[in-house]
């Protein structure tokens, strides 16, 4: 259900769910204040209740509304990449709901760059607790319409367009002036220790903060993802296969196999790349076969995703 930009501060602010456009996602928000309406998004999602949110704030002076320590570090990185697809994980306030934060002692925070949300923050006035708004493991949405073949016609979504980064935020999390990147995102690890003027700390695995949701098996589509190194393994397996369709990247297909191909830019690859697999799920083949982007820097999110969207549980 369409509902306008009064409508949705109407429901945030009575503790319902409402779906949000950002650049990156649709996310599923809700008053992070409120401990009954966060509750909701993880029904809805169907999330397990130790899987973190991230808190979207209108601008960086919030900061200190959520954190208890906002390190000249992280300042600095929230100055280079805000708004826009970067959160920011920091040691939080005790009275930030431990629903949110899923029991961690941080909280994840941004602040999204797309217009209609950045009104919506700055009227409501509040912090939305906003995962991505699909069912938990599932492909993120882009679109409107994907948010509610996703969740159902009865989720109200504030229709934005089409999310014109594509893939999730990039998390950093910061302590002090030590930095880790959480998660890959269009924002790379190397603009970040550009920003920050030194690389990532190489923590031990103890004192590594967790990303929860960064399970192998996420983003996934319905149909079955094979990964393949180059072009010619996908049409090496095609050609024994039944039924498969495939996704690829740059060069037009010319042996007629039902496809989607996506830009040689790594930016414009991200933009379209659960639109893409959306279009494929929803074709119900046997088998997804995807060419994989070159191992460089610049595709290493759009790479991680893929990744994960292939992922085979161990037998
Ligand atoms: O682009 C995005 O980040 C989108 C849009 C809607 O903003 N949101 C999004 O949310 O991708 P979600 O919930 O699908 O993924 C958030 C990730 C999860 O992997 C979660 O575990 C991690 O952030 N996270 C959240 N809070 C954290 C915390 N305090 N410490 C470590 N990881 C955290
Ligand atoms: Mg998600």
Redesign the pocket.
Known sequence: MRVSLTKAIELLKQGEVVA?P????????ADARNAQAIARIYATKE?PAN????V?IADADQVVVWASEFSPLAQKLAQAFWPG?F?L?LP?LAEVSSA???G?????L?V?AHPLTRQLLRESGLGLA?????KYTQL?PTTAAHVESGLGGDIPVLDGGACQ?G???T?V?VLGDRWQL??P?MISEASVALAAGSPASQATLAET??????HLL?YSPRTRCLLFDSRQAVYDYAAKADDAVALLLGEKDLTGMRNITLPADPALAAEQLYAALHTLDAWQAAVILIESPPDTADWAAVKDRLQRAAYQAPA
Do not use: C, D, F, M
């Open positions: 949000i950002t650049e990156t996602v649709y996310g599923l928000a999330r899987n973190p949110l991230i979207h697809p959160t994980v939080a949110v934060r899923a961690e002692p941080t909280v994840a941004r999204p906003a995962p991505s708004a699909n993120s980064v893939i999730e935020s998390i999390s959480l998660r995102g903060p967790k990303a929860p949701g960064q996420h």
